[in-house]
Protein backbone atom coordinates (compact mmCIF):
# COMPACT_ATOMS: atom_id res chain seq x y z
CA UNK A 1 0.00 0.00 0.00
CA UNK A 2 3.08 2.16 -0.36
CA UNK A 3 4.46 2.12 -3.53
CA UNK A 4 4.30 4.19 -6.00
CA UNK A 5 4.55 2.43 -9.49
CA UNK A 6 6.22 4.70 -12.08
CA UNK A 7 6.72 4.25 -16.11
CA UNK A 8 8.25 3.70 -18.25
CA UNK A 9 11.24 2.75 -16.63
CA UNK A 10 13.07 4.23 -20.03
CA UNK A 11 12.12 7.02 -22.87
CA UNK A 12 13.33 8.21 -26.16
CA UNK A 13 11.97 11.41 -27.55
CA UNK A 14 12.87 13.79 -30.35
CA UNK A 15 13.90 17.39 -29.56
CA UNK A 16 11.01 19.16 -29.55
CA UNK A 17 8.39 16.44 -28.76
CA UNK A 18 6.57 15.61 -25.56
CA UNK A 19 7.52 13.38 -23.02
CA UNK A 20 4.84 11.47 -20.39
CA UNK A 21 6.17 9.82 -17.51
CA UNK A 22 3.16 8.07 -15.65
CA UNK A 23 2.83 7.06 -11.66
CA UNK A 24 0.47 5.24 -9.57
CA UNK A 25 -0.20 5.35 -5.94
CA UNK A 26 -2.31 3.30 -3.31
CA UNK A 27 -2.21 4.86 0.23
CA UNK A 28 -5.39 7.64 -0.45
CA UNK A 29 -3.22 9.20 2.94
CA UNK A 30 -0.73 10.78 0.53
CA UNK A 31 -1.29 14.41 0.10
CA UNK A 32 1.59 15.54 -1.59
CA UNK A 33 2.94 14.65 -4.82
CA UNK A 34 6.50 15.66 -6.09
CA UNK A 35 8.49 15.34 -9.49
CA UNK A 36 12.40 14.98 -8.76
CA UNK A 37 14.75 15.39 -12.06
CA UNK A 38 18.44 13.56 -10.91
CA UNK A 39 21.61 14.35 -13.39
CA UNK A 40 23.99 11.42 -13.18
CA UNK A 41 26.20 11.55 -10.42
CA UNK A 42 24.24 14.69 -8.36
CA UNK A 43 21.17 14.67 -5.67
CA UNK A 44 17.68 14.63 -6.80
CA UNK A 45 16.35 18.43 -7.31
CA UNK A 46 12.82 18.90 -7.23
CA UNK A 47 11.17 19.89 -10.30
CA UNK A 48 7.46 20.79 -9.34
CA UNK A 49 4.71 19.42 -6.83
CA UNK A 50 0.90 19.23 -6.95
CA UNK A 51 -1.46 18.41 -3.95
CA UNK A 52 -4.75 16.64 -4.54
CA UNK A 53 -7.03 19.39 -4.60
CA UNK A 54 -6.37 20.61 -8.01
CA UNK A 55 -6.14 18.15 -11.24
CA UNK A 56 -3.22 20.18 -13.29
CA UNK A 57 -0.58 22.28 -12.64
CA UNK A 58 2.16 24.03 -15.26
CA UNK A 59 5.30 25.66 -14.62
CA UNK A 60 7.17 26.40 -17.69
CA UNK A 61 7.15 23.25 -19.96
CA UNK A 62 6.59 21.16 -17.21
CA UNK A 63 2.82 19.69 -16.27
CA UNK A 64 1.63 17.58 -13.90
CA UNK A 65 -2.05 16.14 -14.32
CA UNK A 66 -3.36 14.30 -11.28
CA UNK A 67 -6.41 11.89 -11.01
CA UNK A 68 -7.34 11.59 -7.54
CA UNK A 69 -10.31 8.80 -8.38
CA UNK A 70 -8.07 6.71 -10.41
CA UNK A 71 -5.11 7.33 -7.86
CA UNK A 72 -2.95 8.41 -10.85
CA UNK A 73 -0.47 11.52 -11.58
CA UNK A 74 1.58 12.10 -14.63
CA UNK A 75 4.05 14.66 -15.77
CA UNK A 76 4.36 16.02 -19.30
CA UNK A 77 7.07 17.55 -20.64
CA UNK A 78 6.85 20.00 -23.59
CA UNK A 79 8.92 20.30 -26.03
CA UNK A 80 11.61 18.71 -25.07
CA UNK A 81 15.14 19.45 -25.26
CA UNK A 82 18.27 17.54 -24.86
CA UNK A 83 19.38 18.87 -21.37
CA UNK A 84 16.25 17.52 -20.35
CA UNK A 85 18.16 14.42 -20.49
CA UNK A 86 17.98 12.72 -16.83
CA UNK A 87 15.73 10.57 -14.46
CA UNK A 88 12.92 11.53 -13.17
CA UNK A 89 11.31 10.50 -10.24
CA UNK A 90 7.94 10.50 -9.07
CA UNK A 91 7.50 10.53 -5.67
CA UNK A 92 4.35 10.61 -2.86
CA UNK A 93 3.78 12.01 0.90
CA UNK A 94 2.06 13.40 3.27
CA UNK A 95 2.29 15.54 6.40
CA UNK A 96 4.78 13.30 8.32
CA UNK A 97 7.12 14.41 5.91
CA UNK A 98 8.13 10.51 4.33
CA UNK A 99 8.56 10.35 0.80
CA UNK A 100 7.84 7.43 -0.90
CA UNK A 101 9.54 7.33 -4.88
CA UNK A 102 9.13 5.54 -7.81
CA UNK A 103 11.54 3.58 -9.59
CA UNK A 104 12.56 6.15 -11.64
CA UNK A 105 12.20 7.22 -15.40
CA UNK A 106 15.46 7.22 -17.29
CA UNK A 107 14.86 10.11 -19.96
CA UNK A 108 17.01 10.74 -23.35
CA UNK A 109 16.52 13.56 -25.41
CA UNK A 110 17.84 12.92 -29.39
CA UNK A 111 18.51 16.01 -31.08
CA UNK B 1 21.67 29.22 -3.13
CA UNK B 2 22.27 27.69 0.27
CA UNK B 3 23.24 23.88 -0.45
CA UNK B 4 23.19 20.61 1.66
CA UNK B 5 26.93 19.18 1.88
CA UNK B 6 27.85 16.16 2.01
CA UNK B 7 31.11 13.94 2.47
CA UNK B 8 32.81 12.16 1.28
CA UNK B 9 31.44 12.04 -2.15
CA UNK B 10 32.91 8.30 -2.96
CA UNK B 11 34.27 5.66 -0.66
CA UNK B 12 35.76 2.47 -1.29
CA UNK B 13 35.42 -0.10 1.68
CA UNK B 14 36.04 -3.76 2.28
CA UNK B 15 33.09 -5.66 3.94
CA UNK B 16 33.22 -6.06 7.53
CA UNK B 17 34.89 -2.41 8.09
CA UNK B 18 33.13 0.15 9.30
CA UNK B 19 32.50 3.74 7.04
CA UNK B 20 30.59 6.98 8.49
CA UNK B 21 29.11 9.85 6.25
CA UNK B 22 28.63 13.19 7.21
CA UNK B 23 25.69 15.39 6.13
CA UNK B 24 25.67 19.21 6.74
CA UNK B 25 21.76 20.38 6.19
CA UNK B 26 20.63 23.79 4.71
CA UNK B 27 21.16 26.24 7.22
CA UNK B 28 17.94 27.01 9.61
CA UNK B 29 16.17 23.36 7.94
CA UNK B 30 14.79 21.47 10.53
CA UNK B 31 14.02 18.51 9.30
CA UNK B 32 16.96 15.81 8.05
CA UNK B 33 16.80 12.78 6.20
CA UNK B 34 19.07 9.92 5.42
CA UNK B 35 18.31 7.81 1.76
CA UNK B 36 20.07 5.25 0.46
CA UNK B 37 18.92 4.73 -3.07
CA UNK B 38 20.41 1.20 -4.96
CA UNK B 39 21.40 1.73 -9.04
CA UNK B 40 18.47 2.07 -11.13
CA UNK B 41 16.07 2.81 -8.14
CA UNK B 42 14.52 5.55 -6.64
CA UNK B 43 15.89 6.82 -2.87
CA UNK B 44 14.39 4.90 0.07
CA UNK B 45 14.22 6.36 3.48
CA UNK B 46 16.54 5.24 5.94
CA UNK B 47 15.94 7.65 8.92
CA UNK B 48 14.03 11.07 9.57
CA UNK B 49 15.21 13.61 12.15
CA UNK B 50 13.18 16.49 13.40
CA UNK B 51 16.02 18.72 14.91
CA UNK B 52 17.70 15.90 17.28
CA UNK B 53 15.64 13.30 17.80
CA UNK B 54 14.61 10.35 15.20
CA UNK B 55 10.73 10.48 13.89
CA UNK B 56 11.22 7.65 11.85
CA UNK B 57 13.80 4.82 11.61
CA UNK B 58 11.54 2.04 10.58
CA UNK B 59 13.63 1.09 7.82
CA UNK B 60 16.68 1.46 9.17
CA UNK B 61 18.71 -1.70 9.45
CA UNK B 62 19.68 -1.56 13.38
CA UNK B 63 22.12 -4.28 14.18
CA UNK B 64 24.46 -2.38 11.39
CA UNK B 65 22.92 1.34 10.66
CA UNK B 66 23.66 3.66 13.11
CA UNK B 67 22.42 7.64 12.82
CA UNK B 68 22.82 10.87 14.80
CA UNK B 69 22.42 14.40 15.29
CA UNK B 70 23.69 15.56 18.21
CA UNK B 71 23.33 19.09 17.99
CA UNK B 72 19.80 19.37 15.62
CA UNK B 73 22.26 20.11 12.87
CA UNK B 74 24.95 18.04 10.87
CA UNK B 75 24.29 14.65 10.73
CA UNK B 76 26.24 11.02 10.55
CA UNK B 77 25.12 7.70 9.30
CA UNK B 78 27.40 4.90 10.25
CA UNK B 79 27.30 1.22 9.15
CA UNK B 80 29.08 -1.32 11.21
CA UNK B 81 29.97 -3.84 9.77
CA UNK B 82 29.55 -2.92 5.82
CA UNK B 83 28.17 -5.85 3.85
CA UNK B 84 27.87 -6.32 0.26
CA UNK B 85 24.89 -5.28 -0.12
CA UNK B 86 25.30 -2.02 1.12
CA UNK B 87 26.79 -0.77 -2.14
CA UNK B 88 24.40 2.25 -3.10
CA UNK B 89 24.19 6.09 -2.92
CA UNK B 90 23.94 7.68 0.18
CA UNK B 91 21.94 11.03 -0.10
CA UNK B 92 21.19 13.35 2.71
CA UNK B 93 17.81 15.37 2.20
CA UNK B 94 16.90 18.59 4.24
CA UNK B 95 13.83 20.53 4.35
CA UNK B 96 12.33 23.70 6.83
CA UNK B 97 9.43 21.43 8.50
CA UNK B 98 8.98 17.47 8.62
CA UNK B 99 5.39 18.03 6.72
CA UNK B 100 5.51 18.40 2.64
CA UNK B 101 8.10 21.34 2.51
CA UNK B 102 10.62 21.07 0.11
CA UNK B 103 13.08 18.47 0.37
CA UNK B 104 16.61 19.53 -0.80
CA UNK B 105 18.77 17.00 -1.50
CA UNK B 106 22.65 16.77 -1.36
CA UNK B 107 24.99 15.00 -3.98
CA UNK B 108 25.20 11.70 -1.80
CA UNK B 109 27.85 9.61 -1.10
CA UNK B 110 28.72 6.54 -3.23
CA UNK B 111 29.68 3.82 -1.70
CA UNK B 112 31.17 0.41 -2.83
CA UNK B 113 31.38 -2.39 -0.54
CA UNK B 114 34.18 -4.93 -2.05
Known amino acids: ?111 | EAEVAQSPRYKITEKSQAVAFWCDPISGHATLYWYRQILGQGPELLVQFQDESVVDDSQLPKDRFSAERLKGVDSTLKIQPAELGDSAMYLCASSLAPSTDTQYFGPGTRLTVL
Open chain 1, 1 to 111: QQQVKQSPQSLIVQKGGISIINCAYENTAFDYFPWYQQFPGKGPALLIAIRPDVSEKKEGRFTISFNKSAKQFSLHIMDSQPGDSATYFCAAGNQGGKLIFGQGTELSVKP
